[in-house]
């Protein structure tokens, strides 16, 4: 069976939503950033372990985030 993985942004940080094929069963990780925006986490084509999330607060700005273990 394949793995199914959902990546989230919200306003409190982001979340990794992990389940088999049939999608049944998830389980979550997180809150990865917990207390930033994160706007958009997307993963890497090349490698499903590198992801990326851009997130923002009102004092540092815009930050982008890679992360090179799946979070």
């Given at each position: 069976m394949s793995r199914i993985r959902v990546l989230v942004g919200t306003r409190k940080g982001a979340f990794v939503l992990n389940s088999d094929g049939k999608r049944q069963n998830w389980s979550i990780t997180g809150p990865l950033f917990a207390g930033w925006e994160v706007y958009h986490i997307k993963g890497s084509p090349a490698d499903p372990d590198r992801?990326?999330?851009?997130?923002?607060?009102?004092?540092?700005?815009?930050?982008?985030?890679r992360?090179?273990?799946?979070g």
């Open positions: 992801l990326y999330a851009s997130q923002t607060s009102s004092w540092f700005g815009q930050i982008i985030q992360s090179d273990d799946g």
